[in-house]
């Protein structure tokens, strides 16, 4: 099966490097997409230039900076059309450990639909967070999870593979959350579509180098989206039920 790693960056020129290296050392077969969004610093030339030495590297250059679901929308889009098997999601910043692809990976050759690096499962954990972040974090997905019956610990997690057969269900152009917003609306597709969701455990690292880009707004939209679907689809639920 052939795979395809989406990389978004935007100013990301401190890590970009050593990601693709660690990648490709530890997913040789598998090939990357560097989605930037007009990185001001040089990102996507050095990615080019990388790729350009050592191959298997295409940079998908965007004018600005439109959010995280933005970016993986076009790598997706441009990974089904190009006919790979597994499209995979992570991190430029290094908080996403590439020595879990394997894992990733061979999840979907064994048949699931979508599997997520998990922080929340037996062997996953994150190294140095505040004791709020976590609360903040576990909470939004114990959330999630009641509101939408995901049945998944970790669906806020950035760093996953899909089964492009599972992938090419979901009407992308209709995905129009950013961050962990984004990450739930998949699984929830994935979920809805009849997919089958394993999580793997990982370590998951704050990043050490460049700013974040994840923000309180992006957490406040994720909340108000699961609300929503939620409740839309219990009404939608019922409203066939009264029409049986």
Do not use: C
């Not at 890590?15 to 560097?34: C, G, H, S, W």
């Not at 990976?105 to 997520?116: K, N, P, T, Y």
Request: no cysteine; proline share 4%; aromatic share 8%.
């Amino acid at each position: 099966m052939r795979p395809l790693v989406v990389l978004p960056t935007y100013n990301e020129v401190e890590n970009i490097l050593e990601v693709l290296q660690k990648v490709r050392d530890a997913a040789p077969d598998a090939e990357i997409l560097v989605v930037d969004d007009g990185s001001p610093d040089g990102t996507a030339g050095m990615a080019e230039g990388w790729g350009h030495q050592h191959g298997g590297v295409s940079v998908l250059r965007r004018t600005k900076k439109s959010g995280l679901g933005s970016a993986y929308r076009a790598g997706f889009t441009e990974g089904l059309k190009e006919g790979f098997d597994i499209l995979i999601e992570m991190d430029s910043d290094l908080s996403h450990d590439p020595a879990a692809l394997p894992s990733l990976i061979h999840a979907v050759e064994d048949g699931a639909s979508l599997a997520i690096g998990s922080r929340y499962v037996p062997g996953g954990h994150i190294p140095n967070w505040k004791w709020h972040r976590k609360f903040l974090s576990r909470g939004g997905n114990v959330y999630a999870g009641l509101v939408l019956g995901l049945g998944v610990r970790d669906a806020t997690a950035g760093y996953r593979a899909y089964a492009a057969d599972a992938l090419s269900k979901i009407e992308l152009d209709t995905i129009k959350a950013d961050g962990y917003g984004f990450q739930i609306e998949m699984a929830y597709e994935i979920k809805k579509n009849g997919g089958r969701i394993v999580e793997i455990p990982i370590s998951f690292t704050d990043r050490v180098r460049g700013e974040s880009k994840m923000s309180g707004k992006i957490v406040v939209e994720a909340l108000v989206l699961v609300t929503w679907w939620g409740l839309r689809d219990r009404v939608l639920r019922r409203g066939k039920r009264i029409a049986r």
